[in-house]
């Protein structure tokens, strides 16, 4: 018996049989995975868009308070790269783009490093105070909750870096797929 036949939560093969993502035990688990991630993240941007509402940053996207955040850690400036590098994007264009909106609403500035083409992005004091705003409201409505959680923090950790690491797992099956060709008509595409 495999390890995986161990597991208390094993799901009979009936639930799965005839699921294009699942024809086996551990390929339904990693699609009630993906699934479970994909869920999360609707929460999670629909929490962050409410705290970010009441916190006054109401005229920003998801994607642009996440980024107006990250800029925010370590209270020091971040080139476009590195805040491309923080949020594991390849869009750095649309990273531009957000960078240019929360210039516009003064919640960060871009400064040009010595005398190359070379710019950092750095919270103003308009912004830093609304991302501490956020910052306390989530404290009030989500981790004072979560606190609560029996043996949380290592559960968190457990889960970040298996959540990192699967990160790279994905990376890398979608480098390997990019070496494949496309399935058409011409080489097989079902009908």
Known sequence: MSENDKSPERLDPAVYRGWHLGSSHHEAMTTEFEWSILRFQQAFERFCLQVGHISGLVELSFSELILLHVIGMQERPKTAALIARQLNSDAINNIQYSLRKL????????????????????????????????????????????????????????????????????DEASRISATYSPVTEKNGAAE
């Open 103 to 170: 210039a516009s609403y003064k919640f960060i500035v871009k400064i040009k490093e010595g005398t190359g083409k070379i710019y950092t992005y750095d919270v103003t004091k308009k912004g830093r105070a609304l991302v501490n705003q956020y910052a306390h409201i989530r404290q009030l409505v989500l981790t004072e909750q979560t606190a609560n959680i029996e043996d949380i923090d290592r559960k968190l950790y457990e889960a970040a870096k298996l959540i990192s690491l699967l990160t790279g797992l994905y």
